[in-house]
């Protein structure tokens, strides 16, 4: 899949941040983030999972997967350290 000139997947990873600088508690899966945020509802879903594993990348979220497989990402708090599994 192509990417949009203007790198939608930044532009994503930008809009998941300012929502989580309002929320910042907010922790689902991907299809939960598309729900947060009407504006995702047009991106591909596997956009905005590449925009939240960037953002784990930049340690700006993290990404847990549960006993049950689904996969939860939120937002990493500064004074947290980050786990290494």
Do not use: F
Not at 35 to 55: D, R, S
């Amino acid at each position: 899949m192509r990417q949009p000139k203007d790198n939608g997947i930044e532009r994503t990873a930008a809009l998941i941040v300012a929502y989580w600088e309002a929320n910042p508690e907010a922790s689902d899966e991907v299809e939960g983030v598309i729900w947060w945020l009407p504006e995702l509802a047009a991106v591909p879903l596997p956009w905005v999972e590449a925009a939240l594993n960037l953002l784990v990348v930049l340690e700006i979220a993290d990404r847990t997967v549960r006993t049950d497989g689904r996969v939860v990402y939120c937002r990493r708090h500064r004074h947290e350290p980050r786990e290494t599994s």
